[in-house]
């Protein structure tokens, strides 16, 4: 796997977790790899590994059962904040583009609109 230069790679391992627990790829109270497997896997520090779960374990996306491993949280509220968060970052993102582009509200909105019929069909 390649990593982007300009984040750090614990950070891009813990959006890469995040988008598999929100997605449902990893379920709650799931067990995760080890640390060792996922330094092995995404070749990158042991520590780094063991960073990246104290982060999310600090975060309560994950748990640790003594002697077990660390699982996804099976609390459906921090799955919902993770969801709203990650979400609001891409539209912020996107919004920001738009704007910075000089497109007008209703020039959004029927770009939105226009890709939510095509995704879901027309409403």
Do not use: C, W
Request: zero cysteines; proline letters at 3%.
């Amino acid at each position: 796997m390649e990593f982007d230069t300009k984040l750090p790679i614990y950070q891009q391992m813990i959006n890469i977790f995040e988008k598999m627990i929100i997605s449902g790829e990893l379920s709650p109270g799931e067990k995760m790899p080890s640390a060792r497997d996922v330094a092995r896997t995404y070749s990158i520090n042991p520590n780094t590994a063991a960073r990246i779960y104290n982060e999310m374990e600090q975060m309560g996306v994950v748990f640790t059962k003594r002697g077990q491993g660390t699982f996804v949280t099976e609390d459906s509220d921090v799955i919902s904040k993770l969801k709203h968060v990650y979400v609001k970052k891409i539209f912020d993102d996107l919004f920001n583009e738009l704007v910075t582009l000089k497109f007008e509200r209703n020039e959004i909105e029927e770009i939105m609109k226009m890709y939510l019929d095509s995704m879901y069909g027309k409403v």
